[in-house]
């Protein structure tokens, strides 16, 4: 078919075609969309923003989750027994945040004790000052009790020679040298309960449950309220190896121990004490007035008078400062020392070398 053909062929079908065909496309109900595609949005999409906040969110509380285990959360819980019992709560640095007394007598002890966010280290060794100060520490024979809790085992055992080393590092220094025992401690609910109860420190009520394990005829009622040393003389007397239930340091003393209110059975001192109760066949108070009647005109014997600077060397090792005034009288010596904004007035035993008085007072301003 040639071209001419074709052309007259297409032109007849359009004069054809039905010429209402425009008009019905424009009737058509037109279709709106619901919402906007890739093409007809026309903007760009941020799909990153809400995981960004989201991401934000999750690090603040993760930081915040760390601070609070870091400073705020108990980690480790101490005991110091020394007939007051004494607890002491640590956050995972070993700061303290809580420092409590188990009773009475132990509340005098910390009342002063400066102890929120200070370390274990500081706060135990303001213990031990506290404890020589009000007298609960005297003699070569004091016996104390440091118990520790950790969750973590490997914690625990380092916390408890830490203990150790500042306990004895401290009253070294004052030459005390106690007799220091010490035990790592598990959990268990039980010897907590019954340490509330009986207003006795974990620490304690541990050491008595252990020795009634290895000795069943004790009884709890029977242990609670005695002494450190007056438990450690019953374990030695029913046979009580000591050493299974307690680290004691290889301390030979703990083998033959003192009772803490022990006195010797007649020491001819000019006291009140009948010491006929101690040993009964001398008739020391009760018939001879040469002895231990108080009323009596004997003079107590003196020991050796300790130097100056032994004195010195004493009241320095209970705060460290300058000393600003040195009085030595016949039978104490007195001393004044500035430190940390403070005037501390010592009196020590020019004998004894034991602390008479401590005082602190604020130094003022016009001075």
Do not use: C, W
Not at 86 to 103: A, Q
């Amino acid at each position: 078919m040639k071209d001419r053909e074709i052309l007259e062929h297409i032109k007849h079908g359009i004069d054809k075609a039905p010429i209402d065909i425009l008009d019905g496309i424009k009737s058509q109900k037109a279709v709106k969309m619901m919402k906007h595609d890739e093409i007809t949005r026309q903007e760009t999409r941020k799909p990153f923003k809400p995981l960004m906040f989201f991401a934000s969110a999750a690090a603040a509380f993760l930081l915040i989750f760390f601070n609070i285990q870091q400073f705020v959360m108990p980690d480790s819980r101490i005991y110091i027994d020394i007939n007051p019992g004494i607890e002491i709560t640590t956050n995972k640095k070993d700061n303290v945040i809580k420092l409590e007394p188990i009773n009475e007598d132990a509340a005098q002890i910390i009342e002063d004790i400066q102890y929120k966010n200070n370390s274990l280290k500081k706060v135990t060794e303001d213990i031990m000052d506290s404890l020589v100060v009000k007298g609960y520490i005297r003699g070569e024979d004091e016996i104390m009790l440091v118990s520790v809790y950790n969750g973590d085992v490997n914690k625990s055992k380092k916390l408890t020679a830490e203990m150790n080393d500042t306990i004895h590092n401290k009253l070294g220094d004052i030459n005390k040298a106690p007799i220091l025992l010490t035990q790592s401690l598990e959990k268990n609910n039980t010897i907590e309960e019954f340490a509330n109860r009986l207003g006795i420190s974990t620490g304690k009520m541990t050491f008595v449950r252990n020795m009634i394990i290895l000795n069943p005829d004790l009884k709890t009622e029977d242990l609670v309220d005695l002494s450190l040393a007056e438990l450690i003389e019953i374990s030695r007397s029913s046979g009580i190896d000591i050493e299974k239930i307690i680290n004691t340091g290889n301390d030979e003393r703990i083998r033959m121990p003192k009772t803490q209110d022990q006195r010797p059975a007649d020491d001819d001192y000019d006291d009140y004490y009948d010491d006929d109760d101690f040993d009964d066949h001398l008739d020391d108070d009760d018939y001879d007035d040469d002895d231990d009647d108080f009323n009596d005109d004997d003079v107590k014997v003196k020991g050796q008078r300790i130097d100056e600077a032994k004195a010195k060397e004493t009241a320095l090792g209970l705060v460290y400062g300058n000393i600003t005034d040195f009085v030595s009288d016949d039978d104490e010596y007195g001393i004044e020392i500035l430190a940390g904004g403070y005037e501390y007035n010592i009196k020590i035993d020019a004998y004894t070398g034991e602390v008479l008085e401590f005082e602190k007072d604020d130094i003022d301003d016009d001075d």
